[in-house]
Every structure is written in C-alpha cells, then in structure tokens.
C-alpha cells in the first residue's frame, strides 16, 4: 500500500509513533525519501512516499491537490484495543480526530483520523 505524504518526519510521528508501526526500509533518492512501514509481526508493508517522488510533475501535482483536499483514503487499520489506540493518538497530537470511538449500523465499532498529510485512516475494533 502507498499513502502520500507531505512530509516524511511528520507522518513517521504518526504511523511509527502514535500508531505503533515499525520502520522497516527508509530510502532518500533524488531529494525524495520514501519509508516502508508496517504491524510488527505482519509481512504487509505501507510504503510513505511524496507525492512527486517516482512521477511526473504533472501527476505528482494531481496526488498533491487530492491529499492537500483530504481526498485519498489512507488506510483502515486493526486495532485489539480500540479506545486505547485511540486515547493514544489523539494524546500524541500527530492526527486530525475525525470520528471517536464508535458502533457503525453495519456491525463495526470505529475511529477516524486524518494523518498530518490529509490522509483518511480508519481503526477498528479488532
């Protein structure tokens, strides 16, 4: 999974930090960095990388109005203790709370979050 970032140190703060994801690869290339993210224990990877990175101006210019708009739906996310994940980000100052802890109509109990990029990141309830 890619998720677009405006800044790597700042969605470090949030994806490692407050959400608890290890750092598993982090490249700078051509004045861009990327840094691959992911559950300690989980072999799926979340690649933070910038918009302009690896595309085209053009392109790169199209991610960036989406991200900068909250457009692009990050990520949902697990978590075994809903209210403490969520007590702890909201603690750690590093994402925007869209949602607290709730029970959806379609059987899920959720929050919600936009990370330091604009990103839409749901957890759930695991």
């Known amino acids: 999974m890619f998720i677009p970032v ?3 140190e700042e ?12 750092v598993r690869n982090d490249v700078k290339r051509g004045g861009f960095r990327w840094v691959t993210v992911g559950a300690p ?3 799926v990877d979340v690649v933070l990388s910038q918009p302009h990175g690896g595309r085209s101006q053009q392109d790169g210019d199209a991610l960036l ?10 990520a949902i996310l697990a978590a075994a203790d809903l ?13 925007e709370v869209l949602q607290e802890p709730k029970s ?6 959720d929050c919600a979050f936009r ?5 839409l990141v749901r957890i759930a309830q695991a």
């Open 83 to 95: 209210d403490e994940t969520f007590e702890k980000i909201r603690a750690s100052g590093t994402g």
């Open 65 to 74: 109005e989406l991200v900068t708009k909250g457009s692009i739906q990050a």
């Open 41 to 43: 224990g989980q072999a």
């Open 104 to 109: 959806q109509p379609w059987g899920v109990r």
């Open 11 to 22: 969605a470090l703060a949030f994806y490692r930090d407050a959400l608890g994801l290890e």
């Open 6 to 8: 405006h800044d790597p």
């Open 115 to 119: 990370d330091p990029s604009g990103n």
